[in-house]
């Protein structure tokens, strides 16, 4: 008789104490309220042993029958799949996502189901949101809930994100450097050639002016179209010398398109890191000054960021004057980059005939033909759409089930993999001030606490610091750790991750804490 043997394996969790928050909010600040997590209930699964090939051979052909029968009955199978991203059996708590505007599916497929919940209510996720993704939505500090640790972007800009204040608030905001950068290449090169050729012009005119004057007659317009093309001559591009001015994602796929046209193109980035320089062909002219730069080019685009007292005008009444009098000109980087008021009147004194192609409006500029304005469709494709969701939300979640800090434009990058194979047990993810004195009193800290780190990191970016501790055993109290490590001037909040959704500091929503000062809700 086969002899049979039930092994019982319990998960046994550990108490969670903190944290928790919901947010009580008066007119003058937010107060926290931290509140007990009930502990993951522990579960048993049971193992048979068999005690010969015979007996587990025969399970087997039972089972195997018993599924052909199903398929041939066109009953349901009875094994689960995992949907989306392998959630399988998972029932415990989730990652809550809120989104504002809609955001691609591809990119949001990225989130196992049952791991992690997506919603763009508060209510739905149960006012608990953990982190923000969003695209063009205004944020507002006041939609930000204190349980949110992460915002992203789908996009390179976070104009509408008040990145200064979240970082205040110790809260990284990242963006998708480069997922929409072919679509915004194409776009300039499309730009190129509709300032080359009447292209849009010659259009307008044959829907404005020809078909009307002709009354629709097909043979009468066939007949002025020939006899009107003289209107719209232009000039090819080929041989023509091209100034990217910013070689980062973008200005380095347009500086290649352009090449490949037959272009001369000339680059000015002095802000070029050595990585992105050794990405660049070698036929590209690299100059050393923006002078440089307007006294050749023939088209000029920029593909710089807005920074007030950097890029501010960046092409200005000084600028202009060194630049030949037919330059194209082609921003869709910001409004801001160029000077509007003194490019009009360069449009109205003759000294440039030009066009200047850009998706931002300019008040100084409106309704002048010289300025063809189109909708702001940079990164407006399908594809781009979905490069930049699915860069966000592998972002999002590299940074809550690891701490780890990717493409952040207020945070300093740190990518610290989590990994059992170093004996980590627990990891501690500290925001705090960059001022003199913290990182020691952190130290100290964990020091008198006989805390046995294995490995530290720690790195700042302007008033911000982060600090990456994991120790190799998991604190009798985290929680307690937590609100005593609260108490040091200058830390903003403290996070403990762990095995993500295996244990109870890898649980989402829990050990998370911010301290935020009454000065920051003000």
């Not at 997922?179 to 290449?185: E, H, I, L, R």
């Not at 629709?216 to 007949?223: A, E, F, V």
């Not at 060194?322 to 801001?336: D, I, Q, S, W, Y």
């Not at 989590?418 to 047990?425: C, I, Q």
Request: proline share 5%.
């Amino acid at each position: 008789m086969a002899l049979s043997a039930s092994v019982s394996m319990v998960a046994a969790a550990r108490p969670c104490k903190t944290v928790r928050r919901t947010q009580l909010r008066s007119s003058h600040r937010a107060v926290l309220v931290a509140k007990t997590i009930v502990p993951v209930q522990r579960r048993s699964v049971t193992l048979r042993a068999m005690s010969g090939h015979d007996e587990e051979i025969a399970e087997l052909e039972e089972a195997l029958a018993a599924a052909r029968d199903r398929k041939e009955k066109g009953l349901p199978s009875t094994k689960k799949a995992a949907s989306n991203g392998a959630a399988g059996d998972y029932t415990g708590a989730s990652f809550n996502i809120q989104t504002f505007n809609a955001i691609s599916p591809v990119g949001l497929e990225k989130f196992p189901k049952g791991k992690y919940l997506v919603d763009p209510s508060v209510e739905v996720l149960g006012n608990n949101p953990m982190a923000i993704m969003l695209r063009s939505h205004k944020l507002q500090v006041a939609e930000v809930e204190p349980t949110v640790r992460c915002i992203a972007r789908c996009g390179a800009g976070t104009n509408n994100i008040p990145v200064d204040k979240m970082t205040e608030l110790g809260i990284p905001v990242f963006n998708t450097p480069g997922a929409n950068a072919n679509a915004v290449k194409e776009l300039v090169i499309c730009s190129l050639l509709l300032a080359s050729r009447g292209i849009l012009e010659g259009n307008n005119h044959v829907n404005n002016v020809i078909n009307p004057e002709e009354g629709n007659d097909y043979t009468k317009i066939s007949k002025r179209i020939e006899a009107d093309k003289s209107k719209f001559g232009g000039q090819e591009i080929l041989g023509k010398t091209l100034a990217v001015v910013g070689l980062g994602q973008i200005g380095a796929r347009v500086v290649d398109a352009a090449l490949a046209l037959g272009m001369k193109v000339i680059g000015y980035d002095p802000a070029l890191s050595l990585e992105a320089a050794l990405m660049l062909s070698p036929d590209l002219k690299r100059v050393d000054s923006l002078s440089e730069v307007f006294e050749v080019a023939d088209y000029l685009t920029l593909h710089v960021p807005y920074i007030p007292g950097v890029t501010h005008h960046l092409i200005n009444e000084e600028a202009l004057k060194k630049m030949k009098p037919n330059v194209h000109l082609m921003n869709f980087a910001r409004g801001e980059i160029v000077d509007g008021k003194a490019l009009m009147a360069a449009f109205q004194d003759g000294s440039k005939t030009g066009k200047y192609m850009s998706d931002f409006s300019c008040p100084d500029l409106m309704g002048h033909p010289r300025h063809v304005v189109l909708p702001h469709l940079g990164a407006s494709t399908e594809e781009a759409e979905e490069n930049s969701a699915a860069m966000a939300a592998e972002t999002i979640k590299s940074f809550l089930e690891t701490g780890s800090i990717r493409h952040s434009v207020n945070f300093p990058n740190v990518n610290l993999p989590y990994t059992k194979n170093l004996g980590v047990a627990a990891r501690l993810c500290i925001v705090n001030k960059n001022t003199p004195g913290v990182l020691g009193s952190i130290a100290s800290f964990l020091g008198n606490r006989n805390i046995n780190i294995l490995q530290q990191l720690n790195s700042s970016r302007g008033d911000v610091a982060y600090t990456v501790v994991d120790m190799q055993t998991v604190p009798e109290d985290p929680g307690k750790l937590q609100t005593d490590l609260a108490s040091i001037d200058g830390i903003i909040s403290s996070r403990f991750v762990s095995d993500p959704f295996m244990n109870d500091l890898g649980k989402p929503g829990t050990y998370f804490q911010v301290s935020w000062d009454e000065a920051l809700q003000n």
